[in-house]
């Protein structure tokens, strides 16, 4: 644009400026070109103030402004503005302009009252005035020299918001009709900004209650996922903690569905976790008594009942998924929120078969060692006195005047003293801390010898079966034998007519992982002894082995207790499965030996004496003494007797030497007895034969005789044979 | 009738009368007797439109040309 066209619009600017002037005061001249002027000044106002007041937001200032507008639109001494509260039943003067306005502003009052009240309760404008344009009665006329009132409505979108009302004209005098036609414009002009304001001013308090409430749901949340956290953190410890108990745990619903369960109860069950969890209680967890394999009430159910804690009954089985059994005990305790309702139940369970049978072998050793103690004390001596009787009788029979009579009576005696050896023998096994005299030994001779023996003359035949290349055991041969015999007995015992006993022999390596009830890992050689024999009802299998249990009216019910006896000592263990009418298995587990079977090739066969032997034979018991000598003399030997170690010091003194053997007494009551006078005469000769000798066959003295001094061990009562076979391996 | 309290309004317009007198009654315990006296027009309509929605009894009320005297019971 150039300067000249500027020029141009400011001069014709200027031109229309002036011509307005003119126009105006032309106007002004006459009274209708005044009114004219003046409408269109207050127009001008209008439209003015209209934009002022809309262009603001703010509530309170919108109110202040209208109110001053106003009052000056109409003139007015006062203007007030009272807007309808919330409640819709009262109003409140918001806002107000002119003097006084002070004690009128936030004044509220009921809809109805007052002439704002009549106002806001029609709707109507109102004008207090010489134009009459409202009265309520001939009183409330207005009269010249009142002061004048003009109100008109605030009309929102939907219904009445307020009033603007003036009181008062400045200057006295009426507000006239004309008055009330601009408040009427103006009203309605501002009332849609006051709206708006209002809602803005709503919103803006919602937006912000909005901001606040949506922090507060951050925070919420915030809180929540810590808490979660913690919750999640919490569960895994207690998750851990529970898969670390050493017990079974699991925990139910109260409607007795499986909301957990941790690893030792998993392996127990045999149920995983997953497949148990929302099963039914009972279905994983299945019980039943030991004794009459009834299943059992329900601790779960109990607890229910009587929200208590309680503890299994004893004899408790579990049965797992894959049937296997296991004694448990356990307890069961309810589960309560922190109002102490309950919300479920806990159960604690172990496995206690392990504990079980550990236990009852205890009492069972118990048992076998008081017995033991009891029959040592009377074994003892009636052995000493079976020993003169056995060494009577075998002299007897070496006299070859004897007649074929008298021989048999002989011999039965004989006999029938050996059943009374072996009963006191088998007391003399529970007597105190005994070990047995163990040599390494391969067992299948020993097995074969004594279950042959026992079977000889029945009508049952025994076949064996035994591996190839056997571990070696080390054993007392005896004691092994004795237990044969005692199994193979009593098995020949429960056939009824003729009948098959298997004996089968084999290697046995055990590892830990084993999990069947059973020694511990290590190299065994298995022995078992089974027969088709009537069996054993499983309510008396636990007792077989207890001692003087019977079910035999001549069975003396000490078999299978010094089976036990021997088995243990041994270091083996012994189990009997049954079925009955089918039969019943024993078996026994013996450690095998790291030692090769010296000693066992080592045996010298027994034969006659070579040579004199010069013996010296020390015993308090001088009838023991003189059968020994006796039989010693019948086989050829020359026999020196003592009654102490003191006295067979002596005599092995005197003799100058010529001493071959001597066979000690291993305890002498009151005196010395051949543990200590063993060590007098190897000072005196260190290459002296001494033999010891006791009717306690389990002492440990006899059992390492050799570290004692000792070149061998009898046992008392003595045979024949047992002298030759001694005399044999010394003496060469 | 005794007033505990008496207030004149004389010369106030509306909704003045009204002001002053919701504020006296505030000031006032209940069962008091407040004497209002006021000139108007509208006075003695608004006087008991107030008792009437605020549930103050109407004791008297009489006028003297424009001047009206209400008494009630707060
Ligand atoms: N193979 C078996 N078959 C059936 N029952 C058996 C068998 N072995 C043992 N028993 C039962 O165990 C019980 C105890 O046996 P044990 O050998 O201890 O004593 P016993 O044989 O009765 O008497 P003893 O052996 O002292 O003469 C027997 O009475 C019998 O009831
Ligand atoms: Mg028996």
Redesign the interface.
């Known amino acids: 644009m150039n300067l000249n066209n500027l020029a141009m619009i400011e001069e014709q600017n200027l031109r229309l400026r002036e011509e307005n002037e003119l126009l105006r005061r032309a106007l002004s001249e006459t009274d209708c070109g005044y009114r004219l002027i003046q409408q269109r000044d207050e127009f001008a106002k209008l439209i003015d103030f209209g934009k002022t007041i809309v262009a603001e937001l703010n509530i309170n200032k919108i109110f202040a402004l209208v109110a001053e507008k106003a009052r000056e639109l109409i003139s007015a001494e006062l203007l007030?503005i009272?807007i309808i509260d919330a409640n819709r039943e009262t109003y409140t003067?918001l806002a107000a302009a002119g003097p006084?306005s002070a004690?009128?502003l936030n004044?509220?009052?009921?809809i109805?009252?007052?002439?704002?009240?009549w106002v806001l309760q029609n709707e109507r404008p109102l004008l207090?005035g010489e134009s009459d344009e409202w009265w309520?009665d001939e009183?409330?006329?207005?009269e010249k020299g009142?002061?004048s009132?003009l109100l008109v409505p605030l009309m929102g979108k939907k219904q009445i918001i307020g009033g603007l009302?003036g009181?008062?004209k400045v200057g006295g005098g009426s507000f006239s009709v004309h008055d009330l036609d601009v408040l009427t414009l103006f009203a309605n002009q501002v009332s849609a900004a006051i709206e708006n304001a209002r809602l803005f001013q709503e919103g803006e308090l919602k937006s912000n209650a909005l901001t606040i409430s949506n922090q507060r749901l951050q925070e919420e949340i915030q809180e929540r996922l810590q808490a979660e956290a913690a919750l999640a953190a919490e569960r895994e410890r207690l998750a851990v903690t529970l898969r670390s108990i050493g017990d079974g745990v699991i925990a139910t619903d109260t409607e007795k569905k499986i909301v957990a369960l941790n690893k030792i109860a998993e392996e127990l069950t045999g149920w995983s976790l997953h497949e148990a969890l929302g099963r039914p209680f009972e279905e994983v967890f299945q019980i039943i008594n030991e004794q009459t394999r009834q299943s059992r009430e329900h601790p779960v159910d109990k607890v229910l009942t009587s929200g208590q804690i309680i503890g299994l009954a004893n004899h408790t089985i579990l049965v797992a998924k894959d049937g296997t059994e296991r004694s448990i005990a356990d307890s069961a305790a309810p589960i309560r929120d922190e109002k102490s309702r309950i919300i479920g139940v806990v159960l604690v369970f172990r496995d206690v078969t392990e504990r079980n049978r550990i236990e009852k072998e205890l009492h069972k050793v118990q048992k076998l060692e008081s017995v033991g103690l009891l029959a040592g004390g009377i074994a003892h001596d009636f052995n000493n006195i079976l020993a003169a009787i056995l060494g009577n009788l075998s002299l007897s029979l070496l006299d070859k005047g004897l007649s074929g009579r008298t021989r048999d009576f002989l011999r039965e005696a004989e006999k029938a003293s050996w059943r009374a050896r072996d009963l006191t023998q088998q007391l003399l096994t529970f007597s105190k801390g005994g070990a047995p005299i163990k040599e390494v030994s391969s067992l299948d001779e020993v097995i074969k010898d004594s279950a042959n023996f026992v079977l000889s003359g029945k009508q049952v035949t025994c076949q064996f079966s035994f591996s190839d290349d056997l571990w070696l055991v080390e054993i007392d041969k005896g004691q092994i034998s004795q237990v044969i015999q005692n199994i193979v007995l009593n098995a020949s015992q429960a056939i009824v007519g003729s009948g098959i006993i298997s004996i089968a022999c084999c290697n046995a390596e055990l590892r830990e992982e084993s999990k069947f009830i059973g020694p511990r890992e290590g190299k065994y050689v298995k022995i078992s002894i089974r027969d088709n024999g009537s069996g054993i009802p499983a309510s008396v299998v636990d007792k077989i082995f207890d001692p003087y249990f019977s079910t035999r009216k001549e069975g003396s019910g000490l078999g299978l207790a010094i089976t036990h006896a021997i088995i243990a000592k041994h270091g083996g263990q012994i189990y009997v499965t049954s079925e009955l009418g089918v039969g019943t298995t024993f078996t026994i587990y013996l450690p095998a030996s790291s030692k090769s079977e010296t000693s066992a090739q080592e045996q010298v066969a027994l034969s006659p004496v070579q040579r004199k032997t010069n013996i010296l034979i020390m015993d308090d018991d001088e009838m023991l003494r003189d059968v020994a000598k006796a039989m010693l003399t019948s086989l050829g030997h020359e026999v020196m007797l003592a009654a102490d170690g003191n006295e067979a010091i002596e005599v092995y003194k005197k003799s100058g030497n010529t001493i071959d053997l001597i066979i000690m007494d291993l305890t002498i009551p009151g005196g010395m007895g051949g543990k200590d006078a063993v060590g007098e005469i190897l000072k005196l000769n260190p290459a002296a034969k001494v033999v010891v000798s006791s009717g306690y066959s389990n002492d440990p003295i006899m059992a390492r005789f050799g570290e004692y001094g000792f070149c061998a061990a009898l046992v008392k009562p003595y045979q024949l044979s047992d002298f030759t076979k001694v005399i044999n391996q010394l003496i060469q | 009738m005794n007033a505990d309290k008496a207030i004149d309004v004389t010369g106030k317009?509306?909704?003045?009368p009204?002001?002053?007198m919701?504020?006296e009654v505030r000031t006032m315990q209940k069962g008091q007797v407040l004497c209002i006296v006021g000139d108007d027009?509208?006075f003695?309509?608004?006087v008991i439109?107030?008792c009437r929605?605020?549930a103050h009894e109407l004791l008297e009320a009489h006028r003297e040309g424009k001047r009206v005297t209400i008494l009630f019971q707060v």
């Open positions: 007030i009272p003067y006084g004690d009128i004044a509220t009052l009921k109805g009252v007052g002439m704002c009240g207090f309520m009183k409330t006329r207005w009142q002061q009132a009302s009181i008062g | 317009v509306c909704p003045l009204l002001i002053t919701a504020k027009p509208i003695e309509e608004s439109d107030f929605e605020g």
